[in-house]
């Protein structure tokens, strides 16, 4: 079952390399999905580049994590951080902790911290990857393989859509992936330190992002809007190779 999700998951990534060449990217929060995608891209399907988003607010499991996957890969990850002028402007205009206060606050920090800068880094691209997984949350069970990003306008490749967290765990281990040590403390979502939490037993795996909001708001900073498929067939296509 697993050696066919990879297989699905390689013939993916080739489809995207081979559409857009170097025009493909993969940002990275570097969760365990993550681990499993850079393993794939960098023992399978060289070159695609990794980046990831410094909003200034990363645990250091996050930093540890990224220095190891350059150590066993001999890649160097692109590091993109926010615009120093736009977070001094809504740290002194809203304060330190502003994504606390309100739903729109931690919107707007997160759209300064990582949307903006994405957008920068994403300006000369033609696609990118991501490590979303429908069994995530219930924002997400629509997804599908190949999406048109509403976003970034951008054609979107999600290759681990079928995967379920064990079978990311099984991976990891059976190839003793570098991976974040918060996951041995019951972080599944990582994100900012700020905005991110252990979950318990039975709880959404994106429970423990902006946990202190109400139920109805969506579990999503900004970078991942829910996007509609670019085309129906085409996606069921990509999934199922």
């Known amino acids: 079952m697993l050696h066919d999700k990879i297989d699905s998951a390689l013939a993916l990534l080739r489809t995207a390399q081979q559409k857009h060449g170097g025009g493909l990217v993969y940002p990275s929060s570097f969760g365990a999905e993550a681990s499993v995608l850079i393993d794939l891209i960098c023992r399978h399907i ?4 990794v980046l990831t988003l410094d909003t200034g607010r990363l645990p250091q499991a996050t930093y540890d994590v990224i220095e190891a996957v350059e150590r066993r890969y001999g890649i160097r990850v692109q590091v993109v951080f926010p615009d120093e002028r736009e977070v ?8 330190v902790n502003l994504f606390r206060h309100s739903v729109e606050g931690r919107k707007l920090c997160c759209q300064v911290r990582k949307v903006n800068p994405l957008n920068r880094a994403l300006a000369d691209k033609q696609a990118w990857i991501t490590g979303r997984r429908r069994d995530q949350s219930e924002g997400r069970a629509e997804l599908q393989a190949i999406e048109k990003d509403p976003v970034y306008g951008l054609i979107k490749y999600n290759p681990l859509l079928a995967w379920s967290w064990d079978e990311i765990w099984e991976y ?5 992936v570098p991976y974040n040590k918060l996951h041995d403390h019951f972080y599944h979502s990582i994100g900012c330190e700020c905005c991110t939490r252990a979950i318990a037993v039975g709880e959404d795996e994106r429970a423990g992002r902006w946990w202190w909001e109400n139920e109805e708001s969506l579990a999503e900073c900004g970078l991942h809007v829910i996007s509609p498929v670019l085309n129906r067939a085409e996606g069921e296509a990509g999934e199922g190779i």
């Open 46 to 49: 060289q070159p695609i580049p």
């Open 88 to 95: 001094e402007r809504m740290v002194r205009e809203f304060g």
């Open 172 to 176: 990891i281990r059976a190839h003793d």
